[in-house]
């Protein structure tokens, strides 16, 4: 049983940065260094913290790119 709770664990993990990696690519930045793309992100999330304004701002582009999927 514990064999299969670690299986579970770990397919839901691997889904997750699966899906993590498909959301560099929906921006665009599949083919950027990867120092970039962690200081990309390092950079928003420090923006981001206690900053309501552009949290907003940051989601309703996240939210117009998810939009345009059947596009």
């Known amino acids: 049983m514990t064999r299969t ?3 579970d664990a770990r397919k839901r993990d691997t889904r ?3 899906e993590l990696g498909g959301l560099i690519v929906k ?3 599949r083919y950027e260094k990867r120092a970039l793309l962690l ?3 390092i ?3 420090r923006r981001i913290k ?3 304004g552009e949290r907003s701002r940051l989601m309703a582009i996240g939210v117009e ?3 345009n999927d059947d596009q």
Request: proline share 0%.
């Open 65 to 67: 790119a998810f939009g």
């Open 50 to 52: 206690g900053d309501d």
């Open 43 to 45: 950079d928003a999330a």
């Open 27 to 29: 921006a665009g930045l």
């Open 16 to 18: 997750e940065k699966i």
């Open 39 to 41: 200081g990309t992100l």
């Open 5 to 7: 709770m670690t299986s």
